[in-house]
């Protein structure tokens, strides 16, 4: 059972837009709610991270916005860029335990000049 | 550089055999997980360890074993290995024993079973 779903699953973006990836959890246990950025023969890194108190944050060009009502979230990139082309994950986290990441399966990112 | 490190980096083996996979975390972090990437699957969670005891365990097979030593250095052990465990294999590390918290991962082991 897939609990954190993730769209959509590849997405292409004129240099200057803005990237938006979208995120639905089920768990409503989830309370860590992280995006992590994967280069080709690199390991995924943590990007911007959100918990459920606060319904947005901002670190420079990324963005999450959250909805708790709705179990969503959500990551936008603004004036995308090329060094951006990357895969996105989102995942979540909490619950009894909270040992572990629990993914979406991945957004290939790609920004065009 | 996320200051996990994870040796080989690449991996072919061919099928039945046994392969260790090896992972450093970062210092001072007590925690190491292991996930496997796979086209299909995405990024799976297979075991975690923290300080030098197993954890929790995901979907990991019972081929898979693995094991913190008292440096804290973990190696993944996968045996009798069949084609559909050709994947990216990586390691992760935090300093607390759960998740919620930032994690960092290494660059992987990619693992070609033929």
């Known amino acids: 059972q897939q609990q954190v779903k993730q769209s959509p699953q590849s997405l292409i973006v004129q240099k200057g837009g803005i990237s938006i990836i979208n995120c639905a959890y089920e768990n409503t246990a989830f309370d860590y709610f992280p995006w992590y950025q994967q280069f080709p023969g690199k390991g995924p890194a943590l990007l911007i991270a959100i918990r459920p108190d606060v319904s947005e944050k901002k670190e420079g060009r990324f963005t999450i916005s959250f909805n708790k009502s709705a179990k969503q979230f959500s990551l936008h990139i603004m004036d995308s860029q090329p060094g951006d082309s990357a895969t996105y994950f989102c995942?979540?986290?909490?619950?009894?335990?909270?040992?572990?990441?629990?993914f979406g399966k991945g957004t290939k990112l790609s920004v065009i000049p | 550089d996320s200051g996990v490190t994870q040796t080989p980096k690449h991996l072919i083996t061919a099928t039945g055999q046994r392969v260790t996979l090896r992972c450093s975390p970062r210092?001072?972090?007590?925690?190491v997980y292991w996930y496997q990437q796979s086209l299909d699957q995405g990024l799976q969670f297979l075991i975690q360890y923290y300080n030098g005891e197993e954890r929790a365990k995901g979907n990991i097979l019972e081929r898979f074993s693995a094991q913190q030593f008292p440096d804290l250095h973990s190696e993944l052990n996968l045996s009798s290995l069949e084609l559909g465990d050709s994947a990216l294999y990586f390691c992760?590390?935090?300093?607390?024993?759960?998740?919620?918290?930032?994690?960092?991962f290494g660059q992987g082991t990619r693992l070609t079973v033929v």
């Open positions: 992760a590390s935090s300093v607390q024993g759960q998740m919620n918290t930032e994690a960092f």
């Open positions: 995942a979540a986290s909490g619950g009894a335990g909270s040992y572990q990441l629990t």
């Open positions: 210092s001072g972090d007590l925690s």
